[in-house]
């Protein structure tokens, strides 16, 4: 047994380690300069009360992306040196973010110790590789994101720290070999357990859903699917969980191998980068002739989700509707009924239409996932999403992708029990468009201006704010602007999204500029904190449409009247420079 001391070294505050909704994120150049992962960490040890510190069980890991490694054992080191007792690893260093929370829930080592929180290295869907991003945040005992409170300590912390801790004499641990090792520090034992990244994650999802039924469908010969990881950490979950389990061949699995710049790709499921997968579905520029039944895509630590049926696109808002509207007959986990259900404040409110129908309770929280975790700790809430393609349940506090493929599996598994041996097989786009025929369609878009220079983006939404003063005056600017072209109804309301969490009571505000039309309609102004460097502005535009003959439109066209409006309302043009988004989803 190796034996450690504990080294003080000096360092003083860095600048701008300021957590945003999802941990600290900023470029591998920014993390590997002197003290700078350091100090972060010191400050979250120091942010956490002593009981949650020594003596304590970690969980370390991420989604593998480069100085992953790196980091882990710097961790490690001031995991000693700071008194927690033992250190868990998956093997690789690999855990997706769900599995993370999973794990921290639910595995029990082998001497009956439980997780007490975890270092999660992740920058989500940003791309990874050394002159990309990286990410750290940590998560609480339940599973989720660290809380504000416990998040604006540690900055607080960062702008103080004189000093930080690590383990002199722990040598790096081989994070690819299963196993414990063992050391001996001041604190007495130290232990670091390297274990397989999926069997406590695939036990929980086995728990939750039928797999038998779901290995009925992928296996039918009238079903066909394709799964793309964009070589992120869903990577070491996919031949376990669709492969083995499930029965899907390997040929059904894209980018199914993790690495650390994503295969030089951006990891983030959408139409714009998912670009092999959308290609495979009958949809883009240079669709396939014959696309599979159904086809999904992962973001770099797998929280997120891309639903597509044949030459079809589902909504993140409409995925999570057409869950909620589906669980209780599909997914044995929720076969005694939902306790009620959330969505984030841009996400479109077709989750509202279904929870209104369903007698549910509905909650409207804020960006980011910490919001709905105090819901389902208190029961109010089972399933919720956010129409940036997270969607989750509470069986964990972190959105999931693997779980969300699962969900549309079961769901299309019961629409279809009846039809695999010979019957027509009800689609994606069939169960899409019967939903829209019970209860409306919300058509949706989101454009994003991604690196807009932080002193435009923020001239954007003080204009924004400023116009909210006078609803005569915006319906003034409004006709003005629409004369002779397709009429907008009226504004009836502006804000500022403000938030007020029902279990601790705590105010959450300036989360979102609103513009709410007299049918329903919305335009959401947002600046994301999930970026690494400059500022992203995202523009949400959402159209309800109750009449069952007109839910068929192309989206874009049916948007096109609003959209003028909001681009022409927020100037964004003049005051960013630019004359289109980044991304359209």
């Known amino acids: 047994m190796a034996n450690f001391t504990v080294n003080r070294v000096e360092s003083p505050p860095i600048e701008g380690q300021k957590p945003g909704t999802s941990g600290l994120r900023k470029k591998v150049k920014v993390f590997t300069q002197p003290h700078y992962l350091h100090n972060f960490v010191q400050a979250t040890f120091n942010a956490l009360s002593l009981e949650k510190v020594k003596g304590s069980t970690l969980v370390v890991s991420g989604d593998g992306r480069y100085y992953s490694k790196d980091a882990i054992q710097i961790i490690i080191k001031m995991s000693a040196a700071n008194g927690v007792r033992r250190v868990w690893v998956g093997q690789n260093g690999l855990l997706s973010t769900p599995a993370v929370s999973a794990v921290v829930r639910e595995r029990v080592g082998a001497d009956g110790s439980k997780a007490n929180g975890a270092f999660i290295l992740t920058a989500s869907h940003n791309p990874g590789g050394p002159n990309e991003d990286f990410g750290i945040k940590y998560n609480m005992g339940n599973g989720g994101p660290a809380p504000e409170g416990i998040t604006d300590k540690i900055f607080e912390n960062t702008k103080t720290i004189k000093e930080y801790f690590i383990a002199e004499g722990l040598p790096d641990v081989d994070i690819s070999a299963i196993g414990v090792s063992n050391f001996s520090g001041p604190d007495g034992q130290f232990d670091v357990d390297v274990f397989d990244s999926a069997s406590d994650y695939v036990k929980l999802l086995k728990s939750i859903f039928d797999f038998q039924s779901i290995k009925k469908l992928i296996t039918s010969p009238q079903f066909s699917f394709c799964y793309d990881a964009l070589h992120g950490v869903a990577g070491a979950y996919a031949k376990r969980i669709f492969v083995e389990e499930l029965g899907a061949s390997e040929s059904s699995l894209l980018n199914c191998v993790p ?53 079809f696109f589902v909504t993140p ?5 057409i869950i909620a509207a589906n669980a209780v007959q599909a997914i044995p986990y929720f076969s005694s009924g939902l306790k009620g259900v959330a969505r984030s404040m841009p996400t479109s409110a077709a989750l509202d239409v279904v929870a209104k129908s369903l007698n549910l309770k509905l909650f409207e929280v804020p960006t980011g996932w910490k919001f709905f975790g105090n819901l389902m700790d208190a029961g109010l809430c089972s399933i919720c999403g956010e129409e940036s393609f997270g969607t989750g349940s509470d069986h964990i506090r972190e959105k999931d992708g693997i779980w969300a493929v699962l969900a549309w599996l079961s769901i299309i598994a019961h629409k279809n029990k009846d039809n695999l041996n010979g019957g027509n097989l009800v689609t994606v786009e069939d169960i899409v468009k019967q939903h829209w025929a019970t209860f409306g369609r919300h058509y949706y878009t989101r454009y994003d201006y991604e690196n807009v220079d932080a002193r435009a983006a923020k001239d954007v939404m003080d204009h924004l704010i400023d116009m909210q003063s006078s609803i005569m005056d915006i319906n003034t600017t409004i006709k003005g602007m629409r004369s002779g072209m397709v009429d907008v ?25 609103r513009y709410l039309f007299e049918d329903g309609s919305r335009l959401v102004f947002r600046l994301s904190g999930t970026g690494s460097e400059g500022a992203t502005i995202r523009l949400y535009i959402e159209q309800y449409e109750k009449d069952s003959s007109k839910t068929g439109r192309d989206s874009q066209e049916a948007l096109a009247p609003l959209v003028d409006v909001a681009l022409k309302l927020s100037k964004m043009l003049e005051f960013t420079g630019r004359s289109a988004p980044t991304v359209i989803t």
């Open 259 to 311: 690495k650390e710049d994503f295969g030089g790709g951006h990891p983030d499921p959408n139409l714009t980068y998912a670009k092999e997968l959308v290609a495979r579905m009958g949809l883009g520029n240079n669709p396939d002739s014959n696309p599979p039944e159904f086809g999904a895509a992962a973001d770099g630590d797998a929280d997120r989700n891309m639903i597509l049926g044949k030459r």
């Open 489 to 513: 109804v009226d504004v009836v309301g502006a804000d500022e999204f403000e938030y007020k969490d029902p279990v601790d009571g705590s105010i959450s505000k300036n989360q979102g500029i």
């Open 317 to 321: 808002s409409d995925s999570v509707a």
